[in-house]
C-alpha cells in the first residue's frame, strides 16, 4: 500500500522491451533509502517489485498487463516519473489508502492557472468516471488527489503550488497520458451492492 505522497521525481534511464514485458531502470535517491530486493515502489502510480538496486538507480520488471494499462510502456529515456516507497507500518497516511494497481489512464484536456493554483481537468473513459465523485480521492500518476469536480466522462483536480513542484504534474501539457487509480472503497461498494 501506498499514500500518494510523492517521495521523489526520478528518471527514467532505460526501458528494454523483453516482448511480453519490459525492464525499467530508474535513476533516484531517496527512495532507496532504506529499500531492499523485492521491496515496492510505486512509478507514476504502478507498484513494482525492486529487482536490482545500485546507489542511485533500480530495475523492476513490467508485466504485458501493466504496460498495456499504463503509461510506463510508452516512457522514453529522461522521462520524469512520480516515484514512492511503499508505506510503513504505524507511518503516517498523509494521502489515502493507494494499491498501486493502476486502472487506466485519462488525459489532460485542459489547464487553468488561479491567482495560487492550477486547476487540470482530465477526460477518462466511463468505465472509471463512476468510481470518481466530487471531494473524493483520486491517485493521479501515484498522486493523492482530491476531485474539485466531476462531469460524465471527465474531472478536475486543483494543485497547489507545493504539489506543482515536487510532481510530474507540474510539467503535464494538455494531449499528455496520466495513470489512474480510483478509490479502492468505491470499487468495493458497487461490488457488494451488485451481489
Same mark, same amino acid.
Given at each position: 500500500?501506498?499514500?500518494?505522497?510523492?517521495?521523489?521525481?526520478?528518471?527514467?534511464?532505460?526501458?528494454?522491451?523483453?516482448?511480453?514485458?519490459?525492464?525499467?531502470?530508474?535513476?533516484?535517491?531517496?527512495?532507496?533509502?532504506?529499500?531492499?530486493?523485492?521491496?515496492?515502489?510505486?512509478?507514476?502510480?504502478?507498484?513494482?517489485?525492486?529487482?536490482?538496486?545500485?546507489?542511485?538507480?533500480?530495475?523492476?520488471?513490467?508485466?504485458?498487463?501493466?504496460?498495456?494499462?499504463?503509461?510506463?510502456?510508452?516512457?522514453?529515456?529522461?522521462?520524469?516519473?512520480?516515484?514512492?516507497?511503499?508505506?510503513?507500518? %504505524?507511518?503516517?497516511?498523509? &494521502?489515502? +489508502? *493507494?494499491?498501486?494497481?493502476?486502472?487506466?489512464? /485519462?488525459?489532460? #484536456? !485542459? $489547464?487553468?492557472?488561479?491567482?495560487?493554483?492550477?486547476?487540470?481537468?482530465?477526460?477518462?473513459?466511463?468505465?472509471?468516471?463512476?468510481?470518481?465523485?466530487?471531494?473524493?480521492?483520486?491517485?493521479?500518476?501515484?498522486?493523492?488527489?482530491?476531485?474539485?469536480?466531476?462531469?460524465?466522462?471527465?474531472?478536475?483536480?486543483?494543485?497547489?503550488?507545493?504539489?506543482?513542484?515536487?510532481?510530474?504534474? %507540474?510539467?503535464?501539457?494538455? &494531449?499528455? +497520458? *496520466?495513470?489512474?487509480?480510483?478509490?479502492?472503497? /468505491?470499487?468495493? #461498494? !458497487? $461490488?457488494?451492492?451488485?451481489?
Amino acid at each position: 500500500m501506498f499514500t500518494g505522497i510523492v517521495e521523489e521525481i526520478g528518471t527514467v534511464r532505460r526501458l528494454e522491451d523483453l516482448g511480453a514485458a519490459a525492464r525499467l531502470t530508474v535513476g533516484c535517491r531517496t527512495v532507496l533509502e532504506g529499500t531492499r530486493l523485492g521491496d515496492s515502489i510505486a512509478v507514476d502510480g504502478v507498484c513494482l517489485t525492486v529487482a536490482e538496486a545500485g546507489a542511485d538507480w533500480f530495475t523492476a520488471d513490467v508485466m504485458q498487463e501493466t504496460l498495456n494499462r499504463t503509461t510506463l510502456g510508452g516512457l522514453p529515456d529522461g522521462a520524469p516519473v512520480n516515484l514512492e516507497r511503499a508505506l510503513a507500518v %504505524g507511518g503516517r497516511l498523509g &494521502g489515502h +489508502l *493507494v494499491q498501486g494497481h493502476v486502472e487506466g489512464g /485519462a488525459e489532460l #484536456v !485542459e $489547464r487553468r492557472v488561479a491567482e495560487r493554483w492550477e486547476v487540470l481537468r482530465f477526460q477518462l473513459p466511463e468505465t472509471l468516471a463512476r468510481y470518481v465523485v466530487e471531494k473524493g480521492s483520486i491517485a493521479v500518476s501515484g498522486t493523492s488527489l482530491t476531485v474539485a469536480m466531476v462531469g460524465a466522462d471527465f474531472f478536475e483536480v486543483s494543485l497547489i503550488p507545493a504539489t506543482l513542484a515536487a510532481t510530474t504534474l %507540474g510539467a503535464l501539457e494538455v &494531449g499528455d +497520458l *496520466v495513470n489512474i487509480e480510483t478509490d479502492l472503497v /468505491a470499487k468495493y #461498494v !458497487e $461490488r457488494f451492492t451488485r451481489a
